[in-house]
């Protein structure tokens, strides 16, 4: 019986065993993944006790690898996934325990980690090359440059799982109110895909789709929870948690609100939708030239932006209508913005169907010398509204009357009856912005 079991093991004396147990045996090589069933059938007509792994594609979720693709599987992604092998013997009683506690692995962690296994007993020089000798052994394989190692201790599917979620790298921005509009302007060829929740911490499911090989490169993954980020989440509209939206466009005028199942796999597939590679290196500036994929404009969230250097082509001088800016000197403030809001969705409402377009900003007559003296405001706050088209010229509020909700009502109104009278800019040239440090912090609505 020994030797039968022995011979078994190297298919060699395998006939021998099928013609004493009366079956004709088969002419398959025993290199065939199905052959496994017959010499457990075998072992067993044979009077001997026989183990055996056998991963099944129909029934487990491990991917099996052989040694001639081990760098096609793990090594050519190293730089951007994370992924376990399962080195087994497959005649081992071990293994062959150790096989469903594995499978409770590779189906939690399906899509996003790649759980492999491969056999050291047909690639013993492979296994014996990355330092395997007793299995079930299981190498995990971070991201680099991070080495490869093997896992020490007792392996259990939910110690296995630990460590390779804590492994995931995070691609995520957690959104605070500091840098929620950076986040949403910089990159504008990236759609941003924003988490909100009622828990503080990212969860494993957000990092490890941040991290995808694609969307690591495409898409931008914001975290923001119900207390930190109140103000955002009504902006977007936000009324339960967890609710996932994406913003998309140059100017971020796509919103849509996920409504699908709450899994890494059907997020994925909604997120691959408007994912495309190789988006977001470089983006044509403001005045034409190319910028940094980096570089933030908040102005093109804003309910009522700045108007600056960097800023005038988007919200003004670069689109249809006619620019509202109320002058100020300093900062404006949330009362202001309320204000000008309300102005803003009055005459929008108002307007609609009638052709004119509106568009409303502010501006700091003290940051913008050379302007204020265009403008010759001597009432402050004052408000002008600014032709950019064609011919460059503006109106402006009555001496002496200062900005408020009433008098810039009357303003529009006037416009809009034919009554006002613009004066041409002198030289049909703008005076020049002035220039602002980068890590400028005046603050801004959203």
């Given at each position: 019986?020994?030797?039968?079991?022995?011979?078994?093991?190297?298919?060699?004396?395998?006939?021998?065993?099928?013609?004493?147990?009366?079956?004709?045996?088969?002419?398959?090589?025993?290199?065939v993944?199905?052959?496994a069933?017959?010499?457990?059938?075998?072992?067993?007509?044979?009077?001997?006790?026989?183990?055996?792994?056998?991963i099944?594609?129909?029934?487990?979720?491990?991917?099996?690898?052989?040694?001639?693709?081990?760098?096609?599987?793990?090594?050519?992604?190293?730089?951007?996934?994370?992924?376990?092998?399962?080195?087994?013997?497959?005649?081992?009683?071990?293994?062959?325990?150790?096989?469903?506690?594995?499978?409770?692995v590779?189906?939690?962690?399906?899509?996003?980690?790649?759980?492999?296994?491969?056999?050291?007993?047909?690639?013993?020089?492979?296994?014996?090359?990355?330092?395997?000798?007793?299995?079930?052994?299981?190498?995990?394989?971070?991201?680099?440059?991070?080495?490869?190692?093997?896992?020490?201790?007792?392996?259990?599917?939910?110690?296995i799982?630990?460590?390779?979620?804590?492994?995931?790298?995070?691609?995520?921005?957690?959104?605070?109110?500091?840098?929620?509009?950076?986040?949403?302007?910089?990159?504008?060829?990236?759609p941003?895909?924003?988490?909100f929740?009622?828990?503080?911490?990212?969860?494993?499911?957000?990092?490890?789709?941040?991290?995808?090989?694609?969307?690591?490169?495409?898409?931008?993954?914001?975290?923001?929870?119900e207390?930190?980020?109140?103000?955002?989440?009504?902006?977007?509209?936000?009324?339960?948690?967890?609710?996932?939206?994406?913003?998309?466009?140059?100017?971020?005028?796509?919103?849509?609100?996920?409504?699908?199942?709450?899994?890494?796999?059907?997020?994925?597939?909604?997120?691959?939708?408007?994912?495309?590679?190789?988006?977001?290196?470089?983006?044509?500036?403001?005045?034409?030239?190319?910028?940094?994929?980096?570089?933030?404009?908040?102005?093109?969230?804003?309910?009522?932006?700045?108007?600056?250097?960097?800023?005038?082509?988007?919200?003004?001088?670069?689109?249809?209508?006619?620019?509202?800016?109320?002058?100020?000197?300093?900062?404006?403030?949330?009362?202001?913005?309320?204000?000008?809001?309300?102005?803003?969705?009055?005459?929008?409402?108002?307007?609609?169907?009638?052709g004119t377009?509106?568009?409303?900003?502010?501006?700091?007559?003290?940051?913008?010398?050379?302007?204020?003296?265009?403008?010759?405001?001597?009432?402050?706050?004052?408000?002008?509204?600014?032709?950019?088209?064609?011919?460059?010229r503006?109106?402006?509020?009555?001496?002496?009357?200062?900005?408020?909700?009433?008098?810039?009502?009357a303003?529009?109104?006037?416009?809009?009856?034919?009554?006002?009278?613009?004066?041409?800019?002198?030289?049909?040239?703008?005076?020049?912005?002035?220039?602002?440090?980068?890590?400028?912090?005046?603050?801004?609505?959203?």
């Amino acid at each position: 019986i020994s030797h039968c079991h022995r011979d078994l093991a190297r298919c060699a004396t395998l006939g021998e065993c099928w013609r004493g147990a009366g079956v004709a045996p088969p002419r398959w090589s025993c290199r065939v993944a199905t052959l496994a069933m017959f010499l457990r059938l075998a072992a067993s007509l044979c009077g001997v006790a026989s183990s055996a792994v056998v991963i099944d594609a129909m029934k487990h979720d491990i991917q099996q690898i052989q040694a001639g693709s081990f760098d096609t599987i793990i090594g050519k992604f190293r730089d951007d996934a994370v992924s376990a092998v399962w080195y087994y013997k497959e005649s081992n009683a071990a293994d062959e325990k150790f096989l469903d506690e594995y499978q409770k692995v590779a189906k939690e962690l399906k899509g996003i980690v790649k759980v492999c296994a491969m056999d050291c007993e047909r690639f013993a020089k492979f296994c014996k090359d990355v330092g395997v000798g007793e299995t079930p052994s299981v190498m995990i394989y971070p991201p680099n440059p991070q080495p490869s190692y093997a896992l020490q201790g007792e392996l259990t599917s939910k110690r296995i799982t630990n460590v390779l979620t804590k492994s995931v790298p995070s691609m995520v921005t957690s959104l605070t109110a500091d840098n929620e509009a950076a986040f949403l302007t910089s990159d504008p060829s990236k759609p941003k895909v924003i988490l909100f929740s009622n828990k503080p911490k990212v969860p494993f499911m957000w990092r490890a789709l941040s991290a995808e090989m694609v969307f690591k490169r495409t898409i931008k993954f914001g975290f923001a929870t119900e207390e930190a980020n109140a103000e955002l989440a009504k902006k977007f509209k936000v009324k339960k948690f967890p609710t996932i939206v994406m913003q998309r466009g140059g100017k971020g005028e796509q919103k849509e609100v996920y409504s699908g199942d709450i899994n890494f796999q059907a997020i994925h597939n909604w997120v691959n939708l408007y994912s495309e590679s190789g988006m977001g290196d470089k983006v044509a500036g403001a005045a034409g030239g190319e910028s940094g994929s980096d570089e933030a404009k908040p102005w093109l969230i804003q309910d009522i932006p700045e108007l600056t250097g960097p800023s005038h082509n988007d919200v003004c001088f670069k689109s249809e209508g006619l620019c509202v800016i109320y002058l100020k000197k300093g900062g404006i403030t949330e009362a202001e913005t309320t204000m000008l809001t309300g102005l803003k969705n009055r005459f929008t409402s108002h307007l609609d169907g009638r052709g004119t377009v509106l568009k409303w900003m502010w501006m700091d007559l003290d940051a913008e010398p050379n302007m204020a003296e265009m403008f010759e405001i001597s009432a402050v706050p004052g408000a002008a509204v600014f032709n950019p088209h064609k011919r460059l010229r503006f109106t402006k509020l009555d001496d002496e009357v200062t900005a408020d909700e009433t008098s810039m009502a009357a303003l529009i109104d006037k416009i809009m009856g034919g009554d006002a009278r613009f004066k041409p800019v002198k030289g049909q040239k703008l005076p020049t912005w002035s220039v602002r440090a980068k890590d400028d912090k005046k603050k801004t609505e959203l």
